[in-house]
């Protein structure tokens, strides 16, 4: 049986668009004196040394899924995630188990992500670019399927037994909840997780990871 709502589960947050007067494309605009002092009306800085992106405390990280063939028994799954140019973080492979569709390769994507976030946060490494401490994820995803889940539907799923809007069984249950516990993890140190749903040519970087983790 699953543990209701509320007791050993947190809901992951959504971002709206109009919360930052910025765009995920921006997040890779050049930031002069990155090392140094930055005039304050900056909001986007970069982490040279450790390459990461941030979004005032949050660290930021894109994600996505590719799968050529998709419905069909050719399909192939490949992920995607996306920390920073020439970050080490970054990482890009073939799904290595089945079912290969493009839903559950959004979703493994965003596991992968907040697994690199787990080690990264249990290191004690939780140094911002301004010196400051990170306090938190946010996760930017194209998928609607993947943002939707993890920031509204799973409550309903975790009350109805894992049924959806029309009665059917949730696919890709396990893999969910496997994400679900990342959140869980992280909340519960006091490091909130946030999805954000931009448009497929905001998520350039993941995307072409996800497809080269697919190339013939």
């Known amino acids: 049986m699953e543990t209701p709502l509320g007791i050993g589960h947190s809901i992951a ?6 919360q930052y007067n910025e765009t995920p494309s921006r997040l890779y605009t050049p930031v002069p004196n990155c090392a140094g002092e ?4 900056v909001l986007v800085r970069h982490c040279k040394e450790c390459k990461l992106c941030s979004v005032y405390d949050n660290l930021v990280v ?4 590719a799968c050529p063939g998709n419905g069909t028994a050719d399909a192939r799954a490949g992920l995607g995630v996306f920390f920073h140019s020439d970050s ?5 492979a073939p799904l290595p188990e089945g079912p290969h569709t493009n839903q559950r390769a ?5 596991i992968i992500a ?10 004690g490494c939780h140094r911002g670019p301004w010196g400051n401490d990170f306090t938190g994820v946010i996760v930017i995803s194209d998928s609607a399927y993947l943002v939707n889940a993890m920031t509204d ?7 109805n037994g894992w049924r959806n809007a029309d009665g059917k069984r949730v696919v890709h249950k396990e893999d969910i909840l496997e994400l679900e516990e990342l959140v869980e993890y992280l909340e519960g140190n006091r490091f909130s997780v946030k999805f954000w749903h931009v448009e497929r040519s905001q998520n350039a970087y993941a995307d072409a990871l996800a497809k080269q983790a697919v190339a013939i």
Do not use: M
């Open 106 to 110: 959004e979703i493994c994507a965003a």
């Open 62 to 65: 894109f994600v996505d899924g």
């Open 114 to 123: 907040l697994e690199i976030v787990k080690e990264f946060f249990d290191s």
């Open 38 to 41: 930055t005039s304050a009306d």
């Open 153 to 159: 539907w799973i409550s309903k799923w975790l009350k």
């Open 88 to 92: 080490p973080l970054n990482f890009s």
């Open 13 to 18: 947050k959504r971002i709206q668009s109009s």
